[in-house]
C-alpha cells in the first residue's frame, strides 16, 4: 500500500463503499417498496439495465454499479457516468436522467439513507471503501499506546505512533511514520441530518473512511471523523496542531499545515502546501487552492484560488499573510 498517493488520487472522487455481496436491482426496488409503499414508487430501468448493485457512491462523483441518489441537477458528465448506476432520484430530476436505472420518488435523499440502514444490516459494507486495497491490522513496527483503542477494521502502518486515550474507529487507514498524539479520536460519527418530507430527522450513516497519508503529525485532543459516502484524507506529510476539528469528507493535500485550535466544517477542499493559522474556521463545503495562507483567527466563507493570501472574519486578500512555516 502506498498511502501517500491514496490522499492525492481522492481529489478526482469515484470512490465507493463495498457490498459484502452484490444485490440485485429487483430485490433494492422490493427494499424501496417495503419502505415507501407499493404505489409510493416508480422503477424505471436504463438503456443497459443495471442487473447488480455492488455497493453505494456520492451522486456527485458516481463509481459504476452502485447505489446512489440525485436530487438537485448535475452536469452532463456526470449524467454521463450515472448510465451504470442505479440512481434513486425525485420527479422534478428523473427527465434529465434519461436512460439511466432509477427509482424514482418524492424524497429520494429519504428513501435513500433508509436504505442504508437496511443494506447495513444485510448484507454489510467492506471495512474499507475503494480508494485503498488493504486488509486491517497493525504493522508490527507501530508504537501503539496500551490506553489507546484500535477497534477491528483498522490498518496501521509502519513506524506509526499511536498515543494514550486515542481511538481510532474502523475504516481508518493510517499510514507509515505517522504521528497521533494524546486523546485524538479518528473515524469517529460527524453530524449529517436531513430532515425528510413526512417529518422524519434521519442521520446519514457514516459509511466511508479516514485516509492518513505518510510522515502526518496529528496532535492533541483532535477530532477527524470518517466521511459519510467520500472519505475523510489527510495528504502526506501535513500537520494538524492540538484541539482540531477537520469535519466529515474533508480532502487535505500534501504538506499542509493547520496550527492549534482550527475548526474545519464538512467536506472542505484545502490545496497541498497551505497553512491556516490559530483558530482558522472554515465552513462546510468551501473548496480552498493550493499554497494559500489563512491567518490568524480568520474566518472563511467562499472559496479560494490557489496562492490566496487571506486574513479576517469574514476572511478578506492581503498582499501577503504568514501563516505558518515554510515547508
Given at each position: 500500500?502506498?498511502?501517500?498517493?491514496?490522499?492525492?488520487?481522492?481529489?478526482?472522487?469515484?470512490?465507493?463503499?463495498?457490498?459484502?455481496?452484490?444485490?440485485?436491482?429487483?430485490?433494492?426496488?422490493?427494499?424501496?417498496?417495503?419502505?415507501?409503499?407499493?404505489?409510493?414508487?416508480?422503477?424505471?430501468?436504463?438503456?443497459?439495465?443495471?442487473?447488480?448493485?455492488?455497493?453505494?457512491?456520492?451522486?456527485?462523483?458516481?463509481?459504476?454499479?452502485?447505489?446512489?441518489?440525485?436530487?438537485?441537477?448535475?452536469?452532463?458528465?456526470?449524467?454521463?457516468?450515472?448510465q451504470r448506476n442505479l440512481?434513486?432520484?425525485?420527479?422534478?430530476?428523473?427527465?434529465?436522467?434519461?436512460?439511466?436505472?432509477?427509482?424514482?420518488?418524492?424524497?429520494?435523499?429519504?428513501?435513500?439513507?433508509?436504505?442504508?440502514?437496511?443494506?447495513?444490516?444485510?448484507?454489510?459494507?467492506?471495512?474499507?471503501?475503494?480508494?485503498?486495497?488493504?486488509?486491517?491490522?497493525?504493522?508490527?513496527?507501530?508504537?501503539?499506546?496500551?490506553?489507546?483503542?484500535?477497534?477491528?477494521?483498522?490498518?496501521?502502518?509502519a513506524r506509526a505512533r499511536?498515543?494514550?486515550?486515542?481511538?481510532?474507529?474502523?475504516?481508518?487507514?493510517?499510514?507509515?511514520?505517522?504521528?497521533?498524539?494524546?486523546?485524538?479520536?479518528?473515524?469517529?460519527?460527524?453530524?449529517?441530518?436531513?430532515?425528510?418530507?413526512?417529518?422524519?430527522?434521519?442521520?446519514?450513516?457514516?459509511?466511508?473512511?479516514?485516509?492518513?497519508?505518510?510522515?502526518?503529525?496529528?496532535?492533541?485532543?483532535?477530532?477527524?471523523?470518517?466521511?459519510?459516502?467520500?472519505?475523510?484524507?489527510?495528504?502526506?506529510?501535513?500537520?494538524?496542531?492540538?484541539?482540531?476539528?477537520?469535519?466529515?469528507?474533508?480532502?487535505?493535500?500534501?504538506?499542509?499545515?493547520?496550527?492549534?485550535?482550527?475548526?474545519?466544517?464538512?467536506?472542505?477542499?484545502?490545496?497541498?502546501?497551505?497553512?491556516?493559522?490559530?483558530?482558522?474556521?472554515?465552513?462546510?463545503?468551501?473548496?480552498?487552492?493550493?499554497?494559500?495562507?489563512?491567518?490568524?483567527?480568520?474566518?472563511?466563507?467562499?472559496?479560494?484560488?490557489?496562492?490566496?493570501?487571506?486574513?479576517?472574519?469574514?476572511?478578506?486578500?492581503?498582499?501577503?499573510?504568514?501563516?505558518?512555516?515554510?515547508?
Amino acid at each position: 500500500m502506498q498511502n501517500s498517493t491514496l490522499a492525492e488520487q481522492s481529489f478526482n472522487g469515484a470512490e465507493n463503499i463495498s457490498l459484502a455481496g452484490p444485490v440485485t436491482f429487483s430485490a433494492i426496488a422490493d427494499l424501496a417498496r417495503r419502505v415507501q409503499g407499493v404505489g409510493g414508487i416508480q422503477a424505471k430501468g436504463g438503456q443497459q439495465e443495471l442487473a447488480q448493485v455492488l455497493g453505494v457512491s456520492d451522486g456527485r462523483y458516481p463509481a459504476a454499479d452502485t447505489l446512489c441518489f440525485v436530487d438537485k441537477p448535475v452536469r452532463q458528465g456526470t449524467i454521463d457516468r450515472l448510465q451504470r448506476n442505479l440512481v434513486i432520484t425525485n420527479p422534478a430530476i428523473a427527465p434529465s436522467l434519461a436512460g439511466c436505472s432509477m427509482l424514482v420518488v418524492p424524497d429520494a435523499r429519504a428513501l435513500f439513507i433508509d436504505l442504508l440502514g437496511l443494506l447495513q444490516a444485510n448484507p454489510g459494507f467492506s471495512c474499507f471503501t475503494t480508494l485503498a486495497d488493504v486488509q486491517p491490522g497493525v504493522d508490527p513496527t507501530a508504537e501503539v499506546h496500551g490506553m489507546a483503542v484500535i477497534e477491528a477494521g483498522v490498518c496501521v502502518g509502519a513506524r506509526a505512533r499511536i498515543a494514550a486515550g486515542c481511538v481510532i474507529k474502523q475504516g481508518t487507514v493510517v499510514g507509515s511514520d505517522v504521528t497521533i498524539r494524546e486523546n485524538s479520536v479518528i473515524g469517529g460519527h460527524g453530524i449529517a441530518l436531513y430532515k425528510a418530507q413526512d417529518g422524519r430527522v434521519l442521520r446519514f450513516p457514516d459509511l466511508a473512511g479516514v485516509f492518513i497519508g505518510d510522515r502526518v503529525e496529528i496532535g492533541t485532543s483532535c477530532s477527524l471523523p470518517r466521511g459519510v459516502l467520500t472519505s475523510t484524507v489527510v495528504g502526506r506529510e501535513s500537520v494538524i496542531g492540538n484541539l482540531c476539528n477537520v469535519g466529515h469528507g474533508v480532502k487535505l493535500g500534501p504538506k499542509v499545515w493547520i496550527s492549534v485550535g482550527t475548526l474545519i466544517g464538512g467536506n472542505v477542499s484545502i490545496g497541498g502546501g497551505s497553512s491556516l493559522g490559530l483558530g482558522v474556521a472554515v465552513r462546510d463545503n468551501v473548496q480552498i487552492g493550493d499554497n494559500c495562507s489563512i491567518g490568524m483567527g480568520s474566518v472563511v466563507m467562499r472559496d479560494l484560488p490557489d496562492g490566496s493570501s487571506v486574513l479576517g472574519n469574514p476572511a478578506r486578500r492581503l498582499p501577503r499573510v504568514n501563516a505558518g512555516p515554510e515547508r
